[in-house]
């Protein structure tokens, strides 16, 4: 039976943009059969290992899950991401903060030995520096995203130091990839632009000209949360959330560096509710401390990423 040393990885929220991937990534590291993948609903792709059907919310389902495949190892990926949670604040808090309570209760009562679950850089909000955010600074987030997102690092934190779980955590900022479609989130432009621009030759950007944040291609935000799981416990020095982000950009600069490969393609902006949350946001992070503590480098920069994106939707049928 296939394990990851003497256990099974879950991931809850597979069939999301991070999960999609992150299965594939952790399948790739440690075997088909050591990673067991698991939604809500049935998966979109055909799986290359175990599945199994949970509500994030449902303890008891998620403790026969680990049961069956001796899981030790939990990466938690189920929540509403910023524009959604806007339309459902409360059922936003009850999914984002109630999930991760009942995996780090997993974890305190020593049926998971580590834990990962994903920050945000929406942490952050409009009284925070916008350039180069640092590790350590104001974090007044203004979305209902954001909010649940500064509470649950409270609880990672908590949770490791007075009753000693190894949960791990990455505040991502917007994440760009082909393999698998986003889902309600504010930097989401960067992936329909791509769809549009194959399709019609011509975008219009939710978001307006100028309005610049962080953003990392998703090849290095697998590898960046891989690489953090398995770090060694003592090298993991921040148990809150880590920064991280591979390049910045706005609209306009990744319109142009699309144009380099489709000559006519066209953007226009019209502005909606999005802006208001992309304007709370810092523009660039500071992510040394990932640097430091676990050697965390992209590999991507944005004209490598255009290129890769427009290479594999090109070839793919997710046009
Ligand atoms: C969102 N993609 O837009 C997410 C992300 C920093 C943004 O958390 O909600």
Request: net charge negative.
């Amino acid at each position: 039976m296939g394990t990851k040393n003497d256990g099974r990885v879950l991931v809850i929220g597979s069939s999301g943009q991070i999960g999609t991937e992150l299965v594939e990534g952790l399948r790739e590291r440690f075997g088909d059969d050591a990673v067991v993948a698991s939604d809500i609903k049935e998966p979109q792709v055909e799986q290359a290992g175990p599945f199994a059907m949970v509500d994030a919310l449902d303890r008891r389902g998620i403790e026969r899950i680990i049961e069956k495949y001796e899981v030790k190892e939990v990466y938690l990926l189920a929540a509403l991401l910023s524009a959604t949670a806007e339309k459902d604040p409360a059922y936003a808090w009850k999914l984002n903060m109630e999930s991760l309570f009942i995996i780090l209760e997993l974890a305190r009562e020593g049926v998971l030995k580590k834990v990962y679950w994903p920050s945000s850089i929406a942490v952050f909000g409009p009284s925070t520096p916008k350039d180069g955010t640092p590790q350590h600074t104001v974090a007044e987030p203004t979305t209902v995203y954001g909010i649940s997102k500064l509470a649950g690092e409270g609880w990672c934190q908590y949770y490791h130091q007075r009753y000693g779980v190894d949960v791990r955590s990455i505040r991502y900022p917007g994440l760009i990839g082909w393999k698998s479609a986003p889902g309600g989130g504010t930097t989401d432009y960067a992936v329909h632009i791509f769809h549009e621009a194959l399709k019609s030759g011509r975008y219009t950007s939710f978001l307006k000209a100028g309005t610049v944040l962080p953003m990392m291609y998703m090849p290095d935000a697998i590898r960046a949360t891989i690489d953090l799981m398995e770090a060694p416990s003592e090298r993991v020095r921040e148990r809150r959330s880590y920064n991280l982000a591979g390049f910045s950009f706005d609209p306009e600069q990744i319109a142009a560096e699309i144009q380099r490969h489709i000559p006519g393609f066209t953007i226009t902006y019209s502005p909606d509710h999005r802006q208001a949350i992309a304007d709370s946001w810092p523009s660039s992070i500071d992510d040394s401390a990932a640097l430091a503590d676990w050697g965390w480098s992209p590999q991507f920069d944005l004209a490598a990423m255009v290129d890769d994106m427009i290479t594999h939707l090109k070839g793919s049928a997710n046009v």
